[in-house]
């Protein structure tokens, strides 16, 4: 975002001081490739799913318009709002940990110490792993009859026999909450990191020999100056939380008892289990709605503070 | 006088090769994986025997359908398709199956076919699908274990006071070994052994047109509560609670379960891969007695609008041969046609015999949208089956079941 807004502004004084209305052509010439990609792949698909949402669309046979029955049957859909609403339930709760468990990490390995590196690196490391793969190695971790967990505890005597954890909500849930934390708090990691680095030194030796204590300062300093980034992290990880999806569906397939399903695992369902495409776009389309606004209130709220313009 | 019929015979067979090199067709077929042990060997044999021929490929089971569907889609799918026999009403009513009625009733043993796969084969009165491979469900036991635990080898449970009976001594027996196994998070799985149960003690899940969800009866809540005491005594093990399917085999192969209801398939896949258990396999019975099956499998389907349909039906005619009958049996499948199923089988596993007289007698639940409400992984089924057997709330997870389902029945196409 803050790159977008630094290109934006080296042209605009510019062209105060001289018309260029070839230099503008030339600009247009040189990000050509960038639109042909984005219009090819996001405004096409985009447009396709759209028009598709109209239609009742089966994967077989022909399909028909039917205008907005579509948007309709979704407001009857209970299903859709149940898996919405758990979506959001696990939204909040996986943000909250990934930011109570990043923070730490992130003012942890920003100050140089030694095996300062060595850290960065460890806790960065299950982020470079692709999602699915980390939720088959989970999905082992967690299996009571071959898996670590369960038996693991078993034997230590911690528990009476085996506990099998993705049978209940509860333990499954925060089986999986704790899997995506240890998957994606190394990124946010970095970027909080990054945003603290960014903080110039003088505000708070200035702040410390005006007496400000340790929690003043991050309050005072370090917190209203990182605004912007933890905007950035904040929005990724809604935006990356509302379509969760491979760890649902691959470690618990949306069970126990089909508590875990969310949204896009609903609008997979829909288009490749029942076969109802012209559905399953107007239910993305719904959710592409959703996260838009989610992401406007979470901008505005950030971008904005009192007290400045 | 002999040798002159030899050459006129030769000169006969000459003159049919010319005529057919003519017209010779090759058509394309799809199968699913779970076929692709028997069906290369028949489509070899196929092309050996005959002028036109079979083009095959395997598909992963898991993708046959869309990848048919976008096949189609796009003008490039198969001639011909070997699909999983519950898919055929959903198939015929997008509109995408060639109509066979004619060719169907053509065959001298069409009433011989095996009738499960004949009725999901029919939509609106017209034959879309004809049987191809067979699967049944049947109650599998380990032999060993049972002699282990006091029990008769060789004597199967008859009812299911009896069933629980046995699985308490198997587990009685202790340390890993329980009495009993299935797969409790897999709709697909209960769908194939648990509801025969029901079938057997003279209930039913749907009605006969699959227009009605009937989950709620006397029936079911018996076989509910017979699982559900079985679960309760521990004669289960916990991986059952969300076993998804993947252990739906493996966990008797394994050695130490006494009792599991299974498929045919099994018989197959015990003697190549597990040599050393040693089971016997009986009916899936009622409550009291008797005894009910699910008969799954494949049908053979072609695409709408295909050219090469004589080429299908000299295929399909072969295939319905005693030859045919025999290689489907020998790798992995029942025969289909039932007045030749006894010299098909005679040679092999006489356990076979069970899953073709379970096949014959079996029952297909039928409905358009059966992968919506039954077969697939969030299925109201599924979920129901995951909550009675282990929930505490057996009335509200019925009642729940029965909504969603028929719900998702009252809004399918063509309704």
Redesign the interface.
Known sequence: MSTTQAAGAIPRALARRRPIRRRQWAGLFFVLPAVALVVAFFVVPLAMTAWMSLH?W?????SRFIGLDNYL?IARDT?FWNALRFTALYTVVVTIAIFAAAFPLALFVEKPRPFGGFYRTAYFLPVVVGFASASLLWAWLL???AGLFSPAADALGLTD??V?L??DFDPAFWSIIAMVVWKVAGFTMVILMTGLQSIPADYLEAAKIDGAGPWARFRRITLPLMRRTIALALILSVTGSMLAFDQFYIIL??????QT?TAV?WIF?QS????RLGYGAALSMVLLAILLVLSVIQLRLLRHPEGES | MKRLMQRLAGGIALLALTVSAASAETFTLWVRSDGSNFMPRIVEAFNQSHEDKAELQIVPVAEL??K???A??GGAAPDALSLDLIYTP??AA???LEDITDFAKSLPYFDKLSPAHVKTGTYKDRIYGLPYSADSSVLIWNKKLFRQAGLDPDKGPTNWAEIEAAAEKVAALGGDTKGFYFSG?CGGCNIFTFTPLIWASGGDILTEDGSKATLDTPQMRDAIAFYRDMVKKGLV???A??D?GSNFFAAFARGNIGLAPSGAFAIGALNTQFPDIEYGVTFLPGKTGGWSSFAGGDNFVVTKGTTKLKAIKAFLDFSYSLEGQTLLARYGSLPVRGDISGEALKDLDPRYKIAAEAMEKGRTPYSV?F??IIN???SPW??MV??VF??DDVDGSLANAQE?MQGIID?A?GN
């Open positions: 009742n089966p994967l077989m046979g022909a049957a299903r299996n009571v009859d026999g085996r099998n993705l049978a397939g949306g069970g126990p008892r089909n399903v695992y369902n490749f289990v029942s076969f | 359908v869309q048919y569907a976008t189609a889609a959903s198939f997008a509109g995408q998070a093990p916990e991986g609670r969300t998804t949208v992968n919506d697939s992984m969030n599924a979920q995951n909550e282990f929930g969603t809004s196409p």
